[in-house]
């Protein structure tokens, strides 16, 4: 049994639209369009920060894991909004195949934007 009282937050999960930027920039280069998927209550936990250095810059990067209830069809290929924070999903976890919750292990700092 899953408590619905750990899922204290609200964030939404974001698909790239493809045909939208086609649409918009004929020429193939551009910035992305992100639509959103669903709107979900999820737990949202920082687990790990780092700093580094990359060329003259020195960048942050924070490990997040976020839980929800099962949903099918998410996937890496999206994005999870957060208040006005964007989190890029480097994978997806079905707790032993039970289909009961997902943990989204995702990465947000400087290098991976805000579009």
Known sequence: MIKAGKYNKLITLQARDFEREKQHNQYGAGTPIWADVVTVRASVEPIQGREYFSGPFQLGE????????????????????????YLEINSVIDSKEEHRELQLM????????KR
């Open 62 to 85: 924070d490990i997040i894991r976020v839980r929800l209830r099962y949903l099918p069809n998410i996937t890496r290929k999206m994005r999870v909004k957060y208040g006005d924070r």
């Open 106 to 113: 995702c990465k947000e700092g400087e290098a991976y934007g």
